[in-house]
């Protein structure tokens, strides 16, 4: 999942990306179940390497993640 965000920030270079389809979109197309994607963020938030809103998520320190 991280390794996705990553690609994603470096497609605009930036470090949060906005999401123009649900996370269960996202998660398909990723060919995950949207319960292990939230999963995934979840642990990904709690660690502290993104923060993340409904439709966006923020990459907090891309040189340590």
Known sequence: MLRYLRYMAQ???QTT???DCSLKDIAVDLGLT???LSRAL????RE???TRT???IKLQNLSAA
Request: aromatic share 6%.
């Open 11 to 13: 497609l605009g270079e």
């Open 54 to 56: 409904r439709l966006q």
């Open 34 to 36: 949207p319960e292990t």
């Open 42 to 45: 979840t642990r990904l938030e």
């Open 48 to 50: 502290g390497i993104i």
């Open 17 to 19: 990306i906005t999401f």
